[in-house]
């Protein structure tokens, strides 16, 4: 089976990114997913909330600029 996506640019870039981009935004979130999963069957560092969403804030911006290939 073969398929193939037109996009209308730029009108359509959000649409055009997230199909280029889909598969790698699973991974990060399956990735995410199991450090949860992790964190709470073996504990973690975190002493509070803010901290423990800050946390995720980092993993995501950090997930995300590797697979757009952001330098920081």
Not at 38 to 47: F, L, Q, W
Not at 55 to 65: H, S, Y
Request: proline share 3%; charged share 30%; glycine share 6%.
């Amino acid at each position: 089976m073969t398929a193939t996506l037109t996009f209308d640019i730029p009108e359509e870039r959000e649409l055009h990114i997230r199909a280029i981009y889909g598969m790698d935004y699973r991974g990060l979130i399956a990735d995410l997913d199991n450090e949860c999963r992790m964190a709470i069957k073996h504990g973690h560092k975190h002493t509070s909330p803010e901290e423990t969403l800050q946390w995720v804030r980092d993993f995501i911006c950090e997930g995300l600029n590797d697979i757009h290939d952001i330098e920081t």
